[in-house]
């Protein structure tokens, strides 16, 4: 009888042993993960605050594109009432005529001018709305991270409690779905 519980106790101490080698394992994996949610979280903001420095910038310049386009109309204005008063001074007065079409193709020259730097900044806008877009892209997949790597987490809590390793395994799997999108988070591969 005192054998029968020297090997009780024997496999109850090596049961355990086993069961603490797979917490350490459990515990080592839920601490690689949280230090990729903190990564990962890290990296989602700073994406998110460059998105949106970048539509900062693409307002700004499609601002200033409409102050630009407001100002070649009115030089368009200005332009097309000297040409009438050319037109209607032709017969009448050639002097006068002849400074409204002076002043006429003055105005157009600067509107040439002014539109093509409404169009420089148009493009400005586009060119920073497509690398807002970009950024955007890049947050998004690190905060897909960010929450895989957290319900892996909260897996790994409960396989720690139930001492259930299926569970841990399923946050395995979710972990590994976390770190493909980490990775995506920095080359958009999908």
Same mark, same amino acid.
């Given at each position: 009888?005192?054998?029968?519980?020297?090997q009780?106790?024997?496999e109850?101490?090596?049961?355990?042993?086993?069961r603490?080698?797979?917490?350490?394992?459990?515990?080592?994996?839920?601490?690689?993960?949280?230090?990729?949610?903190?990564?990962?979280?890290?990296?989602s903001?700073?994406? /998110? !605050?460059?998105? #949106?420095?970048? &539509?900062?910038?693409a307002?700004? $310049?499609q601002?200033? %594109?409409?102050?630009?386009?407001?100002y070649?109309?009115?030089k368009s204005?200005?332009?097309?009432?000297?040409?009438s008063?050319?037109?209607a001074a032709?017969? /009448? !007065?050639?002097? #006068?005529a002849? &400074?409204?079409?002076?002043?006429? $193709?003055?105005?157009? %020259?600067?509107?040439?001018?002014?539109?093509?730097?409404a169009?420089?900044l148009?493009?400005?806008?586009?060119?920073?709305?497509e690398?807002?877009?970009?950024?955007?892209?890049?947050?998004?997949?690190?905060a897909?991270?960010?929450?895989?790597f957290?319900?892996?987490?909260?897996?790994?809590?409960v396989?720690?409690?139930?001492r259930?390793?299926?569970?841990?395994?399923?946050?395995?799997v979710v972990?590994?779905?976390?770190?493909?999108?980490?990775i995506?988070?920095?080359?958009?591969?999908?």
């Amino acid at each position: 009888m005192k054998e029968k519980l020297e090997q009780s106790i024997e496999e109850a101490v090596e049961g355990a042993e086993y069961r603490a080698h797979w917490i350490v394992y459990l515990s080592f994996t839920t601490a690689l993960i949280a230090v990729l949610a903190a990564i990962a979280s890290l990296e989602s903001g700073t994406y /998110s !605050n460059e998105a #949106l420095l970048e &539509k900062n910038e693409a307002l700004l $310049a499609q601002t200033k %594109a409409t102050d630009q386009w407001a100002y070649y109309q009115a030089k368009s204005v200005k332009g097309t009432i000297y040409a009438s008063q050319a037109a209607a001074a032709q017969g /009448s !007065n050639p002097e #006068l005529a002849s &400074k409204a079409k002076q002043e006429a $193709a003055r105005y157009a %020259a600067e509107e040439e001018e002014i539109s093509k730097a409404a169009k420089e900044l148009e493009k400005e806008v586009k060119e920073d709305g497509e690398r807002s877009n970009h950024s955007m892209e890049h947050h998004h997949r690190f905060a897909y991270a960010v929450t895989m790597f957290q319900i892996s987490i909260a897996l790994a809590a409960v396989a720690a409690l139930s001492r259930q390793k299926f569970v841990w395994f399923a946050g395995l799997v979710v972990a590994v779905l976390g770190f493909v999108y980490f990775i995506d988070g920095f080359q958009l591969l999908f």
